[in-house]
């Protein structure tokens, strides 16, 4: 059975009031970090998917090409993200995660990940699996409209993923 459209449009809201939530909520604090909460989660992609072309990092989060490039040099300027040379392409290269990279991730999310464990104190492990698997279906569902449509219309200025 297909969702409602007043089912639809009330998600939709809730999503829109969640990312800005978020948004504030990731930046409590952030003033104690050298780096912007944008470039926090680049350095985290990064750290996960290293070593990996700024590119490919772009796409995954779904931002441009200069957008991208002030996060890079802004981690690059904190010491917390390197380039490398690409073996396969001497033209191109690869971003790695410094050990200070590493060490602002695990205490930015340590912070992060306490203060919302303390809002959340009756939440169950289930209930968080839920959380997160009902949260990645919406984000792939939306990634798949996002290229659907961008593959529909042609590539991007500026470079498409």
Sequence with gaps: MPADKARIEDLLDELARGSRTLRIFSQLGSEDFPVSNASHHVLKVVLRQQ????????????IGPGAMSRHVAELEAADLLDRVNCASDARRQLLTVTESGRELVRERDRVRGERL??????????????????????????????EETRSANGPAKGGAC
């Design 51 to 62: 070593p990996i072309h700024a590119a490919a990092v772009a796409c995954y989060l779904g």
């Design 117 to 146: 464990a303390g809002l959340l104190p009756g939440w169950t492990g289930q209930r968080l699996d839920d959380a997160i698997a009902t949260l990645g279906e919406l984000n792939e569902a939306m990634a798949r409209g996002v």
